[in-house]
Nanobody
Framework: QVQLVESGGGLVQPGGSLRLSCAPS????????MGWYRQAPGKQRELVAT???????NYADSVKGRFTISRDNAKKTVYLQMDSLKPEDTAVYYC??????????????????WGQGTQVTVSS
């Protein structure tokens, strides 16, 4: 059973940066495409960034140019570097993954099991 543990969230001022980490267990990490998601209060969970097992990345338009997803297969960890943060980035951030997953396969609606997430609050 996949276990997802996200970390690295916090309170940051607009324009600041945070780096989130996710270390899934119970999977062959190197074969998984991974995604970062977020859910703001009153809104549906949305996919913001993906990275395939081969390293190809994709981003939602709202974060393109500001967020960077990366992975370290040796550490079995996926990261989300978030720069130039805006108040509208405030949300609980989650990770998830699927074997050979890509942007389409990593849609939030494809998953029923999630970790606890990590809260990101952007406020002055």
């Amino acid at each position: 059973q996949v276990q997802l543990v996200e970390s690295g969230g916090g309170l940051v001022q607009p324009g600041g940066s945070l780096r989130l980490s996710c270390a899934p267990s119970g999977i062959i990490f190197s074969l998984y495409g991974m995604g970062w998601y977020r859910q703001a209060p009153g809104k549906q969970r949305e996919l913001v960034a993906t990275i395939t097992h081969g390293g190809t990345t994709n981003y939602a338009d709202s974060v393109k140019g500001r967020f960077t997803i990366s992975r370290d297969n040796a550490k079995k960890t996926v990261y989300l570097q978030m720069d130039s943060l805006k108040p509208e980035d405030t949300a609980v951030y989650y990770c998830n993954g699927a074997p050979l997953g890509n942007w389409d396969k990593l849609s939030a609606t494809n998953f029923r099991s999630w970790g606890q997430g990590t809260q990101v609050t952007v406020s002055s």
